[in-house]
């Protein structure tokens, strides 16, 4: 079973920048769509970015241009650059498999990592 966490979240003002990582416990080469998910306060959890194990990135609407996705196989970790964060960027972000990953029926998700874009 893969574990995996997050971390880089933490409070930014609005235009400012992180850069999220996701370490894995296992390889993550045979996982061949990785993706950064969000959840807002009040809100369901959404899929922002994706890729694929060849390197081949896609974004949702609101993020497009502004986020980008990469990942290490070797070093078994996906990463997200946001820049020019917005106050509706704030949430609590996941990284998962796309589909997330299952274990014994009932979808797996780490603890997350808190971004908040405030001034």
């Known amino acids: 079973q893969v574990n995996l966490v997050e971390s880089g979240g933490g409070l930014v003002q609005p235009g400012g920048s992180l850069r999220l990582s996701c370490a894995a416990s296992?390889?993550?080469?045979?996982?061949?769509?990785m993706g950064w998910y969000r959840q807002a306060p009040g809100k369901q959890r959404e899929l922002v970015a994706t890729?694929?194990?060849?390197?081949?990135?896609n974004y949702k609407d609101p993020v497009k241009g502004r986020f980008s996705i990469s990942r290490d196989n070797a070093k078994n970790t996906v990463y997200l650059q946001m820049d020019s964060l917005k106050p509706e960027d704030t949430a609590v972000y996941y990284c998962?498999?796309?589909?997330?990953?299952?274990?014994?029926?009932?979808?797996?998700w780490g603890e997350g990592t808190l971004v908040t874009v405030s001034s």
């Open positions: 296992e390889s993550i080469s045979s996982i061949n769509v």
């Open positions: 890729i694929t194990s060849g390197g081949r990135a």
């Open positions: 998962n498999a796309e589909p997330p990953l299952t274990y014994y029926g009932l979808v797996y």
